[in-house]
């Protein structure tokens, strides 16, 4: 068979290195009842030490040359698509199960997308392990009043506990990304605060637009507009505001 091409546009870095395969998989922890999905399967190099711990595995592949390849395997249920427009939900419904196991290693260039279109069904998700540029995975677990702490710490932070579970340099894969990388655990929150997901998306991107500046000038103004006339402290920049102190505001403002 043809050796496949890394394809720049899907943003393709095969992991090669067996001992860290190895270790990703011992972190994910694979067992034979679970309910497991791969995105983004490449070469198959992760696929098959899961598979083979847990007899049947359902993998997301864009890329429709590779999708054909993983087709030939027995033990894998192939979906060929955009991950960004496969339905989390519908897909446990279809696989018998009400909580997914979600892995991968994400292509760097649609990481985010990917993570907050997972946002939206989380509700079926007992648990994701992703591989991801190291400084996303800084800033998805980053704490209040560092540099690292944004809009995806507030968002995700919101909904998951997580933990950065191993570094990966560059020469784990072909070709080898400019990058290093990082491995994450997602475990979703068990009683979440009930935000509006939409609103609250809303909030915090106006809060970092402008990160610094203080929130009276972005936040503030943006407060003003729907006639809030509770407490917030606009005297802190965006950095500074804690993942709870944006939920309590998120709650106290009505949808529009």
């Keep these: 068979m043809a050796q496949h091409q890394a394809r720049k546009r899907f943003g393709q870095h095969f992991l090669t290195d067996g001992a860290v395969i190895d270790q990703i998989v011992q972190a994910i922890a694979p067992h034979s009842a679970d309910a497991m999905v791969e995105i983004g399967p490449g070469l198959a190099a992760m696929t098959q030490p899961l598979v083979e711990?847990?007899?049947?595995?359902?993998?997301?592949?864009?890329?429709?040359?590779?999708?054909?390849?993983?087709?030939?395997?027995?033990?894998?249920?192939?979906?060929?698509?955009?991950?960004?427009?496969?339905?989390?939900?519908?897909?446990?419904?279809?696989?018998?199960?009400?909580q997914l196991r979600v892995v991968g290693n994400l292509p760097y260039n649609i990481s985010t997308p990917i993570l907050f279109h997972l946002l939206d069904h989380v509700s079926v998700v007992k648990d994701q392990h992703f591989m991801l540029q190291?400084?996303?995975?800084?800033?998805?677990?980053?704490?209040?009043?560092?540099?690292?702490?944004?809009?995806?710490?507030?968002?995700l932070q919101w909904r998951y506990d997580?933990?950065?579970?191993?570094?990966?340099?560059?020469?784990?894969?072909?070709?080898?990304?400019?990058?290093?990388?990082?491995?994450?655990?997602?475990?979703?929150?068990?009683?979440?605060?009930?935000?509006?997901?939409?609103?609250?998306?809303?909030?915090?991107?106006?809060?970092?637009?402008?990160?610094?500046?203080?929130?009276?000038?972005?936040?503030?103004?943006?407060?003003?507009?729907?006639?809030?006339?509770?407490?917030?402290d606009v005297q802190r920049r965006a950095e500074e505001v804690p993942v709870s102190d944006y939920l309590t505001l998120a709650l106290q403002l009505p949808i529009q």
Excluded: C
């Design 53 to 98: 711990r847990l007899g049947h595995l359902h993998v997301i592949e864009l890329d429709r040359d590779l999708a054909q390849r993983l087709k030939t395997h027995g033990q894998l249920s192939v979906t060929q698509a955009d991950v960004l427009k496969v339905d989390f939900t519908a897909l446990a419904q279809s696989m018998h199960t009400q």
């Design 134 to 155: 190291k400084e996303v995975v800084q800033r998805m677990v980053a704490q209040p009043s560092t540099a690292d702490y944004g809009r995806l710490s507030v968002m």
């Design 162 to 232: 997580m933990e950065m579970v191993l570094l990966v340099g560059p020469h784990a894969f072909d070709p080898p990304p400019r990058v290093d990388s990082a491995v994450v655990r997602m475990l979703p929150v068990s009683d979440p605060t009930a935000v509006n997901l939409q609103l609250l998306s809303e909030l915090v991107q106006v809060a970092f637009s402008q990160r610094r500046k203080l929130l009276r000038h972005t936040l503030g103004k943006w407060l003003e507009a729907r006639g809030f006339d509770g407490a917030f």
